[in-house]
């Protein structure tokens, strides 16, 4: 999509439209985020909402971080430790290992 075509008030629009869709576990919509509103938010001439689109991108920044860093730790948890956790580690997996590491 190629913002320059966009009245600024429909940006911040189009901004928290995706901004709030993240919240529904879809980290990725922040990171669509970050990449389209960078240039608006801090390399293009003051405007009127840009404050808030750069405040709200630092935002999808810090969630999209946060969603990374917990996605990678359960996954290294659940990879070191699903063995030990015998029936339960079985039933959160989709497939069952066989043998022990």
Not at 33 to 44: D, G, M, P, S, V
Not at 86 to 92: A, E, K, R
């Amino acid at each position: 999509m190629n913002l320059e075509w966009v009245s600024n008030e429909e940006k911040l629009n189009l901004w928290g439209k995706y901004y709030l869709d993240g919240f529904a576990f879809l980290p990725f919509l922040w990171l669509v985020n970050i990449f389209w509103f960078f240039q608006e938010a801090f390399l293009a001439p003051a405007y009127t909402e840009q404050s808030q689109i750069k405040g709200c991108t630092w935002s999808s920044a810090v969630g999209f971080l946060f969603w990374v860093i917990a996605l990678t730790a359960w996954i290294t948890i659940f990879q070191i430790y699903q063995p030990c956790w015998g029936t339960l580690g079985d039933y959160l997996s989709f497939t069952i290992l066989l043998g022990t590491p």
